[in-house]
C-alpha cells in the first residue's frame, strides 16, 4: 500500500516543478502532453498484459473499454478534470492483481505519469 501511495507523490512532484521552473512550462507544454500520453499508453499496455495473464478477462474488458474512452476523451477535450479518473482507472487493478512483478511496475509507471500530469495540471489552471 506504501508503494502506491508514494506513485501517487508523482503528481506532487510534478506539480513542484511547475513552481521550481515556471519559464518552462510554456515552451515545453507540448512535450509534457506527448510524455503523458506515451506514459498513459504504456500504463493502458502494461495492465492489459497482467490482467490477461492472471486470467481475469472479468476485469480486463470494462478496463479497456474505460481507457479507451478515457484517452479519446482526453485528445479530444484536454481538461484536468478527467484526471482524477485517470489515476482511479490504473490504481483499481492494483488491487485486482496479486503479482509482485505487477505491483512493482504499476507505481513505478503511475509516479512517472504524475510528473507531467502534475505540471500540466498547473499549465491548464494557469491557462498558459
Not at 44 to 65: D, R, S, V
Not at 79 to 90: M, R
Not at 98 to 122: H, K, M, N, Q
Amino acid at each position: 500500500m506504501l508503494k502506491l501511495l508514494f506513485s501517487l507523490g508523482g503528481f506532487l512532484v510534478g506539480l513542484l516543478l511547475s513552481f521550481i521552473a515556471p519559464e518552462e512550462l510554456k515552451p515545453g507544454k507540448k512535450y509534457f502532453i506527448l510524455i503523458k500520453r506515451i506514459l498513459f499508453v504504456m500504463l493502458f499496455f502494461t495492465i492489459n498484459l497482467f490482467l490477461y495473464q492472471a486470467n481475469q478477462y472479468f476485469y480486463l474488458i470494462p478496463f479497456t473499454i474505460l481507457a479507451l474512452v478515457l484517452f479519446v476523451i482526453e485528445l479530444k477535450n484536454s481538461s484536468w478534470h478527467w484526471e482524477g479518473l485517470n489515476y482511479l482507472i490504473f490504481i483499481v487493478p492494483y488491487f485486482l492483481n496479486t503479482d509482485s512483478t505487477f505491483r512493482l511496475v504499476l507505481p513505478s509507471l503511475l509516479f512517472l505519469y504524475g510528473l507531467p500530469a502534475g505540471t500540466l495540471f498547473r499549465i491548464k489552471r494557469k491557462k498558459l
